[in-house]
């Protein structure tokens, strides 16, 4: 059983940066591309980045361009999201999620086998 567990929520003032970093339990599991999700109070799980090992493609929601920043280790089976210029509306639960093989996209849930649990990201003013 493939297990993704993420670190490094928690609450930062409007402006700051957090890192979230996510890392795949299972030693012979291989990923495709790996990606994030948030979810805030009330909304639904919504597209934040993802990253696809073959050519290091990116891609990432219009939301976050150029404040986030979506990097990895293909061997180590992690990714990390850089959190910059953070706002309120940022505030959500955020998920990692892994893929083992290509889809025809990565930014919407169904692309993705494996999740974590979340990391609360708190943005307060």
């Known amino acids: 059983q493939v297990q993704l567990v993420e670190s490094g929520g928690g609450r930062v003032q409007a402006g700051g940066s957090l890192r979230l970093s996510c890392s795949a339990s299972?030693?012979?599991?291989?990923?495709?591309?790996m990606g994030w999700f948030r979810q805030a109070p009330g909304k639904d799980r919504e597209f934040v980045a993802a990253?696809?090992?073959?050519?290091?493609?990116?891609w990432y929601a219009d939301s976050v361009k150029g404040r986030f920043a979506i990097s990895g280790d293909n061997a180590e089976n992690t990714v990390n999201l850089q959190m910059n210029s953070l706002k309120l509306e940022d505030t959500a639960v955020y998920y990692c999620?892994?893929?083992?093989?290509?889809?025809?996209?990565?930014?919407?849930?169904?692309?993705?086998?494996?999740w974590g649990q979340g990391t609360q990201v708190t943005v307060s003013s």
């Open positions: 999620a892994a893929t083992p093989g290509p889809r025809s996209g990565y930014n919407y849930e169904g692309a993705y086998n494996y």
């Open positions: 299972h030693r012979t599991f291989s990923s495709y591309a």
């Open positions: 990253i696809r090992w073959s050519g290091s493609a990116r």
